[in-house]
């Protein structure tokens, strides 16, 4: 993967690869640090389909989209093995009854049997996080159990 | 008490003024400047209500506003860019010298202006308006654009390119001898290599002195030692705008950040003030004599300005139609156009008319940029299928 990063005088660097697909994706970092997301025209690649302005917090919330599903599919590549056993990406909303509480309290494994095995944020990795652990909103949660057990997760972090 | 009432209500006038045409122009989405020219040129010298007991403050604030306009470029920019863009982009740089600065010096001897109207109508054809492209560019969502750094890089060798002719004009235009018009050139050329290896070793310096935690302290920092760097610069025949675009591509990093928020408001203002005090003093009955001039003027740079970004893009492996939104996006002249012709006419060592046929050919040249750069992509998709099936 080539990224190549181009200064733009008076305006900030361009930092963008070309996909396999061969379309150019990639991010302008401005002065004032907000970013802009790009991507290219399939039939003109100099030019851009989308120039989507992000804020910080947008960043952090895309990082975190494209960040978890590559933890979740090496995850699953490991436990493909285990019959019975699957790993997901639960979000927490930020309306979750449990944002700005701890891991403890959601008691996951004693009421679903489900294990949180790591917590993304703002594109971050927290392994192994403990009981005490204290959850944000859009935190990703990567989580290993069962089908009903996963299922019943969702619930619980949605409703408490 | 009775004149500062006057002058207060005037001045006042003019402000809103201007606010309401700023207004408009956003609201078009064109540049306020044409239409600041505009609002100067309806009054003021020939023009509707004659607006007298302001001239003092005008005068200076005018210049003040060319001192903030070149200031906040040379913030914009830092040494390490100048001289990225500068490797990459001068033979395009000469190209645009070459090709830009002609047709303004050929109407200029065809119109009896003599060498000194054709170097100063020269650097009105050349220079295309940063200010403009960069805000069409955000607008049109053309920064991720491949073609982009090309166009930005030729904005770049502009600049500088202005920080060595603007020196030389000035010479020129107070009068000295061909030797006289050398030294000055030598003297720019180490003066602008001096500032630039300070601006890259010991920017941080420069950038302290100024700096303070303190809003206000800031403020007057720069502000004062913009004006000083700028003054002593016009006494070393080095022009004042020069002077302060080399303070500003000294000071660096977050200095250069605070800094340029503190001073646009202040730049907005005393630009403005520029813009109308050089419509103010331009006779609009001095411009339909020149107006055919300027239209071809229009027309030929319009075309060159293609050329040049078209030969940049080129360079550079960019297709077709990244070359025609890079020459499209590099047509579009204005506040520095405004900048040189208003140096020529306060030297008195130009004809009236140049200030005319200048304020004609800006007013055309910032309303067809940004329609140039629009329009662009249809018309060349159409030229392309005109080309591809003949009837």
Known sequence: ?160 | MHNTAISLIELGAVFFGLGILGRLAWKIGISPIPLYLVGGLAFGAGGLVPLEGIEGFTELAGEIGVVLLLLLLGLEYSAAELVTGLRRSWLAGIVDLVLNAAPGAVVAFLLGWGPVGALAMAGVTYISSSGIVAKVLGDLGRLGNRETPVVLSILVFEDLAMALYLPILTAVLAGTTLLGGFTAVGISLVVITVVLVIALRFGKYVSMVVDSPEPEVFLLRVLGAALLVAGVASQLQVSAAVGAFLLGIAISGSTAENATKLLEPLRDLFAAIFFVVFGLNTDPRSIPPVLAYAVALAVLTTVTKLVTGWYAAKRQGIARMGRARAGAALVARGEFSIVIAGLAVAAGAVDEQLAALATAYVLLMAILGPVAARVVEPVARAVQRRVASPA
């Open chain 1, 1 to 160: 993967m080539n990224v190549e990063v181009t200064p733009l005088p008076g305006i900030g660097t361009r930092q963008d690869f070309v996909a396999r697909s061969g379309r150019r994706i990639g991010v302008i970092t401005y002065r004032d640090g907000h970013f802009d997301l790009i991507v290219s025209k399939h039939d003109d690649p100099d030019s851009c389909v989308a120039s989507i302005p992000l804020t910080v917090e947008e960043s952090g919330a895309l990082a975190n989209l494209l960040g978890a599903p590559q933890l979740v599919a090496l995850l699953e590549e490991q436990n493909r093995e285990v019959a019975g056993v699957s790993t997901r990406q639960l979000p927490l909303a930020p309306n979750s009854p449990y944002d700005g509480r701890t891991l403890g309290d959601t008691a996951l494994r004693t009421r679903t049997a489900v294990s949180v095995v790591a917590v993304v944020r703002a594109g971050t990795v927290h392994p192994s996080p403990r009981p005490d652990f204290v959850f944000r909103g859009s935190d990703l949660l990567i989580t290993v159990g069962t089908a009903e057990g996963l299922a019943k997760a969702v619930d619980v972090l949605e409703n408490g």
